[in-house]
């Protein structure tokens, strides 16, 4: 795919807040210390005839384009299975843009500033480069880096595989949000050097879905070249499925969007000219309705995923991770100590319920279920279904990419266990996502200052500062801190972030062990 028009060396423009990109000029902004460029288009709007097809070239436009302000966030529900943005946040379907934070002086490299790229979460349903995570000024002040991020297409947009329904007149697409992805890092190829980045030294990093997104991008063909180091953080690094399971979704999809959409004749149309001309509000809401479905129908996946189509994404990850077919660069991985206390209620995704759990047993060879019920019986009962379903959700696919990928390329694991006192009397612990606030600094959030009122602030502020400190010594060098270890399958050493941070030798070795033979084939 070839989503961007590549032009030579791209150089800042007079003044130094107008840059020539592919497309134009965009004019940015100086803001206490920082230069900033935002809602910088990567790719053609995809609306239109262009809806769910693969992203095309930007549209150039004519003198300076304002690029103070974000663009548009995709498409998303405020009040579904994850909450997104609220209605007074601009979105729609135009909404394929980048924006681009550099420190205000000068770099001394000669070749520009190491670039770090991250990739929003959200389960591929909700999010933006709008929040905290997006905006990374924390990593920016450190002067050492430039640091992008950009929206993608989500939900039935983005992650919904309806290429079963393509014709030749009308070509639909898959991995829509993949492919985004994909374009904004040829972007970054393309242009980021006009910012003062280097293009040869990119990180790409991402937690949750955008952890995903990572390791998915390690095992793409098109993403070869486009980054150098990968960090994934909490990412659910098997959650991609083949065409047998994604076209039912699709299938449901269809047969939803039918009973909503009060285009004349809906009920009777073609699933291609009813998937073309339903309203994105249409589109948003059947998606939540198959998503709130998907955990009980099909325990232990989730509809809005990459798909292995044979094309675009040739193989699983993991499989490609197996083979050492994948991108051989460095990489960074880990979870936090208690990833599955987060989905309860509304967000209850994860195999945690009996049924759920009885059907991810049925699909394990018999003789491992015995060692996997004492592994989990030795936990409290009100915590055993809970962590199961984060373990077989993040904290086990994570420790195989991590085996995996150590074979051809340096690995480092870890594993985030601070949490605030209130944290562990709330039955939750170091949670999902509870590292982001530490390691962008966000302490003073509204979450964040809550769950610290009965201490804990200035560990978890530490915590951050070293977790940022590795970060940034990862995006600039390939490597962490000298005290951070290879993982290795021997001794499989592990980074544990706490108090006092630690290095541990296969933590959770007896469990790791039971998930082997649990799932020999995952």
């Known amino acids: 795919m070839s989503a961007i028009l590549a032009h030579d060396a791209p150089v800042p423009l007079p003044g130094r807040l107008d840059v020539r990109v592919t497309g134009g000029i965009v004019r940015g902004v100086q803001e206490d210390g920082m230069l900033?460029?935002?809602?910088?288009?990567?790719?053609?709007?995809?609306?239109?005839?262009?809806?769910f097809r693969a992203p095309r070239p930007v549209v150039p436009w004519d003198g300076v384009r304002d690029a103070s302000a974000f663009g548009r966030i995709a498409p998303q529900p405020y009040k579904g299975q994850f909450k997104g943005a609220g209605p007074k946040v601009a979105a729609?379907?135009?909404?394929?843009?980048?924006?681009v934070l550099r420190p205000a002086a000068p770099s001394r490299r000669r070749l520009g500033r190491p670039v770090m790229v991250f990739i929003h979460g959200g389960g591929y349903s909700v999010g933006s480069s709008q929040e905290f995570a997006g905006r990374g000024e924390r990593f920016v002040r450190s002067g050492r880096v430039v640091y992008v991020s950009f929206n993608y297409r989500l939900g039935a947009l983005g992650y919904l595989d309806f290429s079963r329904y393509s014709t030749?007149?009308?070509p639909l697409e898959s991995n829509l949000g993949l492919r985004d992805q994909v374009a904004a890092l040829e972007w970054v190829r393309d242009n980021i050097r006009a910012f003062g980045g280097n293009p040869h030294n990119v990180t790409v990093f991402g937690e949750s879905a955008g952890g995903n997104a990572v390791i998915t991008l390690m095992a793409t063909?098109?993403?070869?070249?486009?980054f150098t180091r990968a960090i994934a953080q909490s990412a659910p690094t098997n959650a991609s499925f083949s065409t047998a399971l994604t076209d039912g979704w699709a299938a449901e999809f269809v047969d939803e969007l039918r009973g909503i959409t009060e285009i004349p004749g809906g009920e009777q149309a073609d699933p291609n000219d009813l998937l073309c001309s339903a309203e994105v509000a249409d589109l948003t809401r059947a998606a939540v309705v198959v998503?709130?479905?998907?955990?009980d129908a099909n325990p232990g996946t989730f509809c809005l995923v990459p798909v292995v189509d044979g094309l675009f994404l040739p193989e699983r990850p993991l499989d490609?991770?197996?083979?050492g077919r994948e991108h051989?660069?460095?990489l960074i991985i880990g979870t936090n100590e208690r990833e599955g206390s987060l989905f309860r209620g509304r967000v209850d995704i994860l195999p945690r319920s009996p049924w759920r759990i009885v059907s991810v047993y049925d699909n394990a060879p018999v003789s491992s279920h015995d060692a996997m019920r004492a592994v989990y019986s030795r936990l409290p009962a009100n915590r055993s279904a809970v962590d199961f379903g984060g373990d077989f959700v993040f904290w086990y696919p994570s420790v195989q990419i991590g085996e995996l990928h150590s074979r051809v390329a340096p690995v480092y694991v870890y594993r985030f266990d601070l949490a605030p006192r209130l944290m562990h009397l709330l039955g939750i612990g170091a949670t999902h996502g509870l590292e982001l606030f530490a390691l962008f600094e966000q302490v003073d959030a509204p979450f964040a200052r809550a769950m610290s009122l009965l201490g804990g602030r200035a560990a978890f502020i530490g915590a951050g500062e070293r977790m940022r400190r590795h970060w940034l010594r990862f995006a600039v060098t390939g490597r962490p801190d000298d005290t951070w270890p290879t993982y290795t399958e021997p001794e499989r050493l592990t980074l544990i972030i706490d108090e006092e941070d630690r290095i541990e030798s296969d933590p959770r070795g007896e469990r790791?062990?039971?998930?082997?033979?649990?799932?020999p084939e995952f």
């Open 221 to 226: 063909p098109s993403a070869t070249g486009l």
């Open 36 to 51: 900033a460029w935002r809602g910088i288009p990567y790719a053609a709007p995809p609306v239109g005839e262009y809806r």
């Open 320 to 323: 490609a991770f197996r083979h």
């Open 291 to 295: 998503q709130s479905r998907t955990p």
């Open 512 to 519: 790791r062990a039971v998930w082997q033979s649990f799932m």
């Open 328 to 330: 051989r660069v460095p």
């Open 92 to 99: 729609g379907e135009d909404c394929l843009t980048i924006n």
């Open 168 to 170: 030749p007149e009308r």
